[in-house]
Nanobody, 125 residues
Framework: QLQLVESGGGLVQPGGSLRLSCAAS????????IGWFRQAPGKEREGVSC????????TYADSVKGRFTISRDNAKNTVYLQMNSLKPEDTAIYYC??????????????????WGQGTQVTVFS
């Protein structure tokens, strides 16, 4: 029932910024923790960031700490990922996903049941 759609990906030079959006339909997001994941060619899907249902708790992968910021606006039914100081290693398809509990936990892929289609982020090397 819950559907997620990512947007905001694109091409950017190293050091640049992008803001990804994850828009929900079919249900409100206010009871879900939302995670951002990414998958580069030939690599496993990995957790990037997660935000609790209220926005009070946020987690980040070590590789993006200090550069990425996750936020949410439950009134707009949208979660965002602000990505700054982008590196070529950040190139991947980025997905948002919903966890049917309020808290992020460890933010592993298996804990998230609803996924968007992904948006491509390419950082020029």
């Amino acid at each position: 029932q819950l559907q997620l759609v990512e947007s905001g990906g694109g091409l950017v030079q190293p050091g640049g910024s992008l803001r990804l959006s994850c828009a929900a339909s079919g249900s409100t997001l206010d009871r879900y923790a939302i995670g951002w994941f990414r998958q580069a060619p030939g690599k496993e899907r990995e957790g990037v960031s997660c935000i609790s249902s209220s926005g009070g708790s946020r987690t980040y992968a070590d590789s993006v700490k200090g550069r990425f910021t996750i936020s949410r606006d439950n009134a707009k039914n949208t979660v965002y990922l602000q990505m700054n100081s982008l590196k070529p290693e950040d190139t991947a398809i980025y997905y948002c996903a919903a966890k049917s509990i309020s808290f992020c936990g460890r933010g592993v892929v298996a804990d998230f049941g609803s996924w968007g289609q992904g948006t491509q982020v390419t950082v020029f090397s």
